[in-house]
């Protein structure tokens, strides 16, 4: 496949970390956001195949590349499976769909279950070693220019944030009512699953030798009030974001938190993706 030319690439990396850092790069730098299904419809593959096979995840990654090769991608070349791996790693199974995404089946019919309930076994778990073995493919298999020039696969690590994640668990309708309902059970599943999330960055930087580049997806803040913003988000987020003050700290949602958006700086995060109106972020 065809890439940008070395020199461009640096000159994009340079831009890239210099804006990140509040400083003014040179020229702009183009990011794109590269969860790899949209581009997969594009190829005309199944999304469902996309997913499930990591071949085929690499040539879709590859592809936008190469479609967009003056741009950054985020997260780039890495082991995609949505939404789905932190719920699984805690033991949620795991439905395969050949024209949608994976979806994770709640575990707990109850919020009571979660009473016995402990951190399990990450490193052992079927996901775990799903995404241990897709790593070590693409390092292998991904074009040298995607590793050498781009920089994937060096260091970077996408997952689903604590809030989230603790909502598939259990079921995001129950888990909303729980809020409000059993807000005690709510933070002990949040306990647990942010234990279980910084457990699984630190299995993920034994592969990378250090996280460079932490990117965190929670979309549940658009569901819930300012209050409970800073009760059952704010604290988890930022105690998982403090594991690593020196990689660049990615929050995205593109979701409607207008109401909670004066509050985002404070969960620790260096990037905000938003899709609100660029002008209600200028002050952040």
Known sequence: MNYAATNTTKELLRDFHAAVNGQVPNKVPVVLWSIGHGFANELNIPIGDYYKDNRTKLVVQSKMQETYPDAILMPGVYPDYGVVAEPAIFGCPVHWQKQQAPAAEPI????????????PDIASGQMARKVIEDIDYLLE??????????????????MMGPLETAAMIR????????????PVRVKLILRIVTDGLIEWLKLLEKKYGSIRQLIIADHFPTQISSDHFEEFFLP??????????????VYHNEGQIDHVIHKIPEIGASVFHFG??????TDL
Do not use: C
């Not at 609100?276 to 972020?281: A, E, G, H, L, W």
């Open 108 to 119: 707990f019919a109850d919020i009571k279950q979660v009473d016995n309930w402990q951190v």
């Open 141 to 158: 298999n991904a074009d040298a220019p995607l590793l050498n020039k781009y920089h994937y696969m060096q260091g970077t690590v996408f």
């Open 171 to 182: 079921g995001y309708s129950e888990f909303l009512m729980d809020v409000v309902l059993d």
């Open 236 to 249: 988890y987020m930022r105690e998982i974001y403090a594991q690593y003050p020196k990689a660049i700290r």
């Open 276 to 281: 609100t109106d660029i002008q209600k972020t």
